[in-house]
Every structure is written in C-alpha cells, then in structure tokens.
C-alpha cells in the first residue's frame, strides 16, 4: 500500500481477478462457469421480434437455474442474499445487456417491489410464480411527463368503499406510464405507482398489484398497452406504455406493508408523514440502482477489454529504422485515452463491491437504521451515476479507439454502447442523482431552509457539513494514518504518496461544500423574493461538490481493496493504477487546484509528467489488468479480438517478401513523420 | 462586433439564417425546398436489407434531380462547382445520414476520384454514368490492416508488358480491401488503390478503376466480394470487402493524370519524388473531409433544436411557491449542458462555410498553388476532427437532455449518434489527422529533423513557427485592430473584449507550438538513438498545440461571420453567442492558462462567473438560435417536438384539478427540495 516507488514486477491476471471478484466471488465464479457458452452472448442484426423472442426464452432458463432468486426469501426458495442478486444481474450485463435488463425488471423491479411493498399474503400468492416466470411483470413507476419527480406521478388510484375496490385512471397522456420493461410483450401484471385517494384525500403515491393482460396474452379490459417501439439499444426488451381508463382495482392488491386502507376507506400508516413514507418505500428499492451502477463497471470491462487487446495486435506506421509497424498501445496519446479510464475502471469497481456489501448488509439488518438507510441511498445515486457516465465516455473511446473495425456490430462496442446508452437516465437521471448526493451531504441544511431567516443556524450547518467530509468511508483507520503521515500540502511531497492524494481529494471537497453554504446563505440574504433563483444560481457548484465527494469515495474505496490484497505483485501494481486513478483524476480538474491555490503552477506541470511516467510504467500490465476482469472468452463475441494469431505474422512475412521486392515505399515515410502526414 | 454588451433585443430568426447560409445559400435553400418531404428522412426499426433498398432508391431519385452533379465538369452536365457540391451532400446530412454518406461514396469519393486522378478518355466513357447513378461506384482504399496509413497498402497492381495488363492481387487477408461503401450490394465497379510495381520497381499507390460486378450483379471472375454486416448506424450503406485474387485490369484502367505506364511498362509521370505523387493525388480528395466535417455540423444542429425544444416544454420539479413546474431549459445546469454547444455549433458553421470557401477557391485556381493546397488539407483535416469529436459528444448530450425519450428512435436521437459516430474516424481517424494540422504548424521542422544532427536549424524553425501562429486565417485587418486595441492582457480588461479572447487564443497556440518545439529539440539531442520516443513523448503536448490553433481558426471565422452579419440585433446576439464559445473554450482548459501565468486565480474565478451570466442572457434566445438553423420540419421526424401544442395546457389544467382536488403531495415538495432528493 505505500506508495514508494516499488518496479513493477510480472503479475498473475488470477491474483487480480480475486481481489475485484470480492465477497461475492462464488456467484461471479458461478456465472463464468454455469453460462460460459455462446448462447449466452449478444447476437447481432437481430430484428426487434427475433431479439425480444430469444431474450424472454434466455429469461425463462435463467429462472429455471435459480440464479436469479438469491435476493428473495429463503422461505421461497430464494437466499435472502441481495448482495449475492445484484452481482447475478451484474454478470448478466458482461454476456447480454439485454438479458441483464429483463433480469433486472422481472426479479429486481417487479419482483423486488412485490417482496419490498407486500405483505405475507401477497408473498405466498405471487413470489413463486415471479420468482420461476410464470409471472412476468411490470414495474410502472415512470410516466410520459413525470420521471424524475416520481412524487409528483399523475395516475390516480381512487379507494370506493362501495365496490371495496380502487379506481386506477390515467387522467391524459402525459400520465400514461412510459419505457416500462415487460410491457409491450410479455407482462402479465404491473406494479403500478399511483396517488392514493381515500375519503376524498390525497394519501400520496403508493404501489398497486395490477393484471394488464389475461391468460392469452390480450390486455385486460380499461388497460391500454403500447409499444415504445426500437430503441437506440436494448432490443431484446419490450419496453412499453400503459394507460388506465377507470380499471378496478380489488382492495387486496394494494401493497400495504406501509399504508393500508380499510374496508370504509380509513387510511392507516406506521409512517405519519406523507413524504417521509413514499421515500421509505423508494428506499426499498435501492437494489436496482446498485444493479445499473454495477452492470455499468461490467459492460466498460468488456469493451476495454476488446480495445486493449487490439491494440496489442493492431499495428499503424513504421518508427524510423524500424521494419515492423508500431502497435498502437504504444502511442502516448493511445496510452493516454486507454490507461485512465481503465485506472478508473478498477477504482469503481472497489467502490461498486462496497457499495453493494453496504446495502447488503444494510437492507439485511433487523431493525432499520435510517441514517444508514439515507447515506446507502444516497451512495447507490452517486456510485451509479460516476459509473455510468464513465460507461458511456470509455465505450465510446473504445469504440473509436478501433477504428472502423468499433463500428461494426461483429466487434461488439456498438451493441455494448447503443445497450448501456440509456444508464445514464434511467433508474434516475444522472444530473438529478448527482443533486441528490448534494443534498445528502449539505445535511440539515434543507430544515435551516425551511424557513427563508432561518439563517441564525447557518453555522450549525456547516458544522454538520464538516462532519461530513471528514467522516470515511472506508478503512478508516488506514485513511485516516495515511493522510496524518502526509508533513503537509507542500511542493515536496511526492505525488505518488497516497495520503497526499487522500488529502487533496478531501480538501477540495470541503471547499467545494463549504462555498456552496456560503453562496447559498449569500444568495438567501439577497433574493428572498426568489428562492428557486438561491439553488438555481450554484446549481453547478453544488454539482462539482457532489462529484467531488464520490471522486474521494472511490478513491478510499480502491485504497482499501488494495489492503485487501495479498499477493505482493500484484498489490503493487493496483497501487500504480490506483495511483493512476488518482492523479488523472487530480489533472483532470487542474483548473480548479490551481485557482484555489491547491497546486503551483510548478507543481501542477510535473502532475502532467507524473501521469505520463505512470503510463509508461503500466504500459506492459494492460493486457494483465484486463485479463484481471476474467471475462469469459464465449461472452466477446468480438471478431477483431477471436482472429487467429497466425495472421500478424504472416503479414509480417509479406511485408520483408515486399520489401526486398522493392515494392516497399521509400523508407522516408517514417511513423513520426508519416503519423504527423498521412495525407500529405 | 464590439463587445460593449449591448442588451439583446428578439431576434428574426431568418436574419441568422442568412448569416449561416453563406456563399452557397442558393443551395441550402434549392435542398430545403425541393427536399422537403418525409420521404427524405430518416425510417426508424427497419432491417438493415430495407434500410439499404430505400437508400439505393433515393440515391437514384437524388441523381435524377442533378442536385449531386454541381461538383462535376460543365462538359458533362455539371457545375464545376466544388464548394456547391459539398454542400448539397452536407444538406442530406439534416435528412438522412445514411443518404448523405451513399452520396459521398458515389458522387464525392468514387466520381471524385475518377474526375481528378483520371484523364479525358476516362472521364468521356464514365463520368456520365457515375453522375447519372447508372454505374454505382466504390473508393476502394482502407484495408483491413491500413487505415490511416494509406502509403502503406499491401495490395499490389503488377505490370506485365506482354499481356499489357496489370494484375491486381491481394496478398493476405489483411490486404483486403474493407468498410467499403457500395462493395455489399450496389458497386458495379471499384477505384481501387494499390502498390504499382511495373519493371519490377515499386512505384508507390496509384489508383486504377476495376470492374467487380457484372450486368447481373454477380461478382466478377477473381474478385470476393464479403459483406461488413450490420452496423452501430448507417443501417441503408452497403459497406463491404474486396477480395482480389491475380485479377487482370487493362492497362487503360490506370486512372493516369499523374502517373502513366507506357505498353513496354516504362513508367512516367510529372511528379518525380514517389511521396510527393503520392499525397498530390490525395490531395485532390479533400473534398470527402471537407464533406464529412460540414455533414457532422449540419447533424449537430438537429440534434441541438430536438433538445432545445423539448427542454422548453420538459416540466419538472414545482418551484417553491409556484404551482407550474418548471421547464428544464430554465435549470442553469441545463443550460451549462446545451448552450455552449450550441455556441461552438455556429462557431464551427462559420468555420466550415470559410474552409468549404476556400476548398472552392483553391481547387478551382487555374495554376495549382502547393502551399495553398498544403494549408487547405491542414485546414480540412482540422475541422474535420474538431467538428466530428463536437458532433459526438454533442449529440450524445442531447440525449440525455431528454432522457428516456432521448433513447426512443422515434425521437431521432438515436439515429443521429449512431449514424455520426464512425464520422470521428473515418475518411482519417481524428487523432491521426489532428497530427497531420501538428505538422502543418511544425513547418519546415521535418527538414530539419532529416538529419538527426541538424539541430542548427533550430532557431531557423522557432522563427517559421511564429510565423505560423501570427498568420491571421480570416478577416485579417480586423481581427489585427481588435488585438492591436487589447490594452495588455491583465486584469482591467473585460472578458468580454473580443480582441482579448483572440489575443488569449493566439497566445496560448504560440506558446505551446513554442514549447513543443523546445521539447523536441531537447529530446533529440538526448535521444537520438530512439528517434520514435523524441516524437512519442511530446505526443500530447504537440495535439494540444494543434487543438488551441484549431480553437483560432474556429473563433477567427465566427468573427469574421459576425463582421458579414448585417442585421444589427442579429449582429448583437450572435456576438453574445461568440462570447460564450470564446470564454467556454478557455474555461474548458483553464488549467493550462492558470499554469503558464494566463491567468490569475481570481481571474478565473471571475471567468466561471461571465459564462453564467452568458448563459443566463442567451437563455430568452435559446429557441430562436435553433430556429436559425432552418431545418425544414419534415426531416425532423422527431416524435417529441412534433407533439400537439395543446398537451401542456391540458397537463396544467388537470394538474389545477388535481390540486384542488387534495390529492397534491404537500407544497414542501419544491424544485429545490426535491430536485436535490427525487428519492429520499
């Protein structure tokens, strides 16, 4: 763990692959073997009708496996394991994204809604048939107009004591539900999100138990099923639009474990206020963004994979002298594009498996801690939305960082970037979750809000703010050594000294937070006449600060995997990369350092050699820390990486008959000059 | 021009359109109105057989309007217009890109071809047909292993003297011709480059026109067609691989401006030095680049209306004590998403008019001009780069702006990012040419590098490169007063002086050219055993040099634009908008000029403030700069913009209904509130 400079030795790609597999090695292990087979593997130029067939028919076997009935209860045949389900939806997004998103709607959406929301009754009457698919179902949460702002959902569900049944309506288009999984072929029912009405009030969204479709598949009287048609990606599921005209819901298919309605239409709740209780069943289901961040880390591991091994292969301009053309991963700017993202790579996949053991063991505690419950959510927000945007962003330089062979749908970036496209906006939009952390970490400061002059408990607030940064969040004993051992923030600490960077990812966090305060409280002395004006004015500060703060999760994160690591090579070279991690991630917001006098501009200068020294140095281990990922070779699918490796050599072979033939170009067109003039 | 802000006043957005329209309005405005119907855009879920049957007839139908013939000789029907042709493809790229990239290959890269590497007997007995559609063409040049080095083509083109033919072989697969637009289906025959060895002397790539379908479309004897398959866009493009097994092409078939084989095999041509022919002949192709480079902005602006118009009807969160909710164009992170983006759009629009201006002028110069022509393809390949990485990134924000709709095809999104996106590295992979604008700066640096020792030419050099960077691109005398008048570049003078955001640009473009030029001085006299690592390791440091020259040229140009604008509230808005694409371009890289002493930390501070108050004045002229790019409706096909005004209304009325209903969630819920907590 200490970052003096040790020379990077020879490491086993296994060594890795146990450190990154983490606590629920068993289920990756498992997935590897028990799915190793093409099958399991995207296909491509499928029409829509021939992916959505394939998918549901793959859906049908994995079900029949069990392994998608870990997180359910042990009483029905599940392992009351929702770490052990995350991580079996998450292997599915290295095979078929497809697969892992109907996965994830049936068992983690739908499934995980009844079993969150239900009450016994309704556990015993459906879990078994969703569990084994006989009951494939919606999640109806989303609508036209409402996706973000859920509490604001449109669809009203009207209690009757008359008929003991609810009245389910979408009152206009808009409040139709919209991009729902299962809905436009196979579900049979929905959970429906809906404003509960009772006694002529308005009890707040609650969930409902709904059939859409009867026994041969026809929609049910009063609901209405669309099909939202081809997508960017994700083929193979049938997203769909739901609309309600006054279709009667029975009474018993509310799930009431918190808000129940009696026969007369009395409203009983465990939970007083309103808001409180939609966001405690929300909470609930924390599970399926721990599954898209994590599926996210999965799909980027692929395609880093695909573009560093044909990078090794692929060869483009000759170096001056030399005969053979160079291999692209030995470009600078090659290095520079591939090496951060896989540094990052690594870094959130150590935060992802924290992540998912927190709610492990946070879901699974007996008594609810709520403050636990806040801080997990707000996590599973920052750690998805980080992780998806680094998706998107490295698919796309892979894809680039092939060439025209990226673009084709045989080397499988294409699928991989149209199929993880959507991550970024759904299970929350990445903008709107980024705030959500924001809001997380600016604690109390909502209820100091709450009244415009309330501003005497400003310094209070701060103060919680504090706190906050300096709480870890992980190994927080060695954090907190290595950060004390640093003799300050001066120009001669190394660079490479992990309490150095500790330190600076948590200052500048704490800045960013405590400023945002001060503006806040600025702008609130100033426009009390305009309070969306005082957010709307440091939107973007607030959102900096937010970032900030998972950036230095992550980075305590991969501090404390490397701890975790016993072989000592290969220890030493995740402190190279988490090295990288660090110090790219440092470069990246330079600006930011300099402008607030965290860096000289001396210093900062040697940052840009000091990133470009580490590249050199981990240049040979890239093929070993995509190898570390284990990805089966069945699950590619990729022509560029599967060709036979006789063929460089023959080509080189041709290439000397050339050259004595003379056919060769004049030796003059070098790689530096050639690579600066391809064209002229 | 100046930059005293004057208050923005409504804009007719027609007034922008004559501005953007340039030279060649009388083709925009010829497409705009004849191409007006929904038959030329794009169809979404079609199989990827339909996608090419509906684009092989449109291509048919677009040659019979002549609207692809501007380009070619008066003689034969055309127009000898280079600028207009360009134009009329980059047109297409607004309707259907899979349109805009069969004409390119038909009438830009293979009619291109034969127009300017063939001779008169050639351009008789083709080029009729190749306009008129009636001989469907390919530009056979990448191979599967030599992409972005083309002087490096492995398939070679033999003379026999006593047959009088050529035989064209493909030594090994990764010789074969690939990506090949019009190869899969429609191609009847092929400009085909490849190593010409006649006399048994290699005489570097020349192009020859080869036969490779007959009357019936079945593959000619020796020739394997092979099909790419399905790809990440592009869906109705024919791309393919050639297969070329000792096929005999007549000697008549040299396409023989610039290099001829006599009967005998006695090889002739006007050019001596085999490099120099070379990249003569390629330099008569820049019309693809300068194509691909406007085709990508004009993709980028529907891209930008789409989400600018959606984001203005988009609600979501309520305000605090306001009932509406509000529209997501209103949130300054939204803003700080599109309206930089759309700055750099007109940015790049002027730039690509000046480039495609110039392509005209020096193409159609009677006498050729090397140094013209040296800078033109510096210049294309620029903008190509820069305009393609923009479209991308762009229209992928897009995306998320409208987020799950964003992911729906019906919404176009979709489309258009997967249809760009092999735009950043096809006709040159944009790091590659990026390169090739470093050398363009780098004048006369090759020369001195040629010897190793040659280092007393150093200052010879530094003294070129000054040059370089103190060469104005546009409006010259103009953009010289402006800088003249900057007062010195520190602290007193605003921001918003246009005189000195050019100054800022030129200055950082000298110094690092300045600098890389130092480096590799330094690296050569440390390093001359490994000639590669002295280029290798400023690698980065030299893109970024070309980068910030790009920045000029791109902000020169929207000056210049500006200077032509006539209408004075036109005039004034689109200063505002250069002001934004000026302060976010040194914002983007406010590292660097905190680091070299630029500018101050509180300087920069300030810097972050102007572009928000940017953003806040544009926010009222969102709509209106979209509007301005003129985009006939029915090429839009974008299902959320096309949706009946009446819904918002219907959306608030019910909403009002709903609240005095009670079934509102309490007002605590509020924009700021739960933007910040959609989920907890």
Redo the contacts between chains.
Sequence with gaps: MTSTPTPLTPVDPARLTEVLDGRWAHVRRDSREQLDDPRWAPV??E??AEARERVTALAAELAATGRVSLGFPVEYGGADDAGGSVTAIEMLAQADLSLMVKAGVQWGLFGGAVQALGTKRQHDRYLPDIMGFALPGCFAM?ET????????L?T?CTYDPATQTFDLHT?????RK??IGNAAKDGRMAVVFA?L?TQ???R??HAFLVPIRDADGAPVPGVTIGD??????LLGVDNGRLTFDHVAVPRDMLLDRYGQVAADGTYTSSIEN??RR??TM??TLVRGRVSVGGSAGAATKVALEIAVRYGDTR????????DR??VIN????HQ?KLLPALAKTYALSFAQEELTSTMHDVLGAADVDEAAQ?EL??RA?GIKAVSTWHA?RTI?LC??AC??A?????NR??TL??DT??F???E??????M??V???L?TGY?DA?GSLDGWGRAAFVAEQVRETVLERTAARGLIQRLVDAVPGRDEDVSMLDRGWQLATFEDREKHLLESAIRRLRGGAAVKKDR??D????V??H??AAAEAHIDRVVLEAFVAGIERTPDPAARALLARVCDLYALSTI?A???WF????RLT?TR??ALTGAV?DLLKELRPHMRTLVDGFAIPESWLNCAIVAEEPG?QE??AA??AA?RS??????Q?????????????
């Design positions: 491509y130029g029409s829509m989303t107009g409402h996706g973000s702002d859920v509490q604001q449109r009203t009152p206009h288009e808009a409040a919209d991009y404003q009405v002529g009030e308005g707040g969204v939202d048609g081809p997508k960017a990606g309103e808001t939609f966001f929300l909470g060869r483009q301009f000759s170096a001056p002298g030399e053309e160079v030995d470009y600078l700017v520079r806040r959510e707000s927000a998107t796309q894809r680039e060439g025209g990226g673009y084709l749908a045989e970036l294409p970037k149209a496209d959507v970024t906006t759904f929350g939009d990445n903008t709107v979750l705030q959500l924001a809001k997380g600016l909502r809000f309070p969306f005082i957010f709307n004015d939107q973007d607030v959102l470069e917001d330079k600006g300099l402008e607030h006098g501009p900062a200068k470009n063929r023959t080509m041709h290439d050339l033939a003379g056919a060769q170009p004049q003059e067109a070098t790689a530096t000059d050639l690579e600066m003039a391809p064209a002229q």
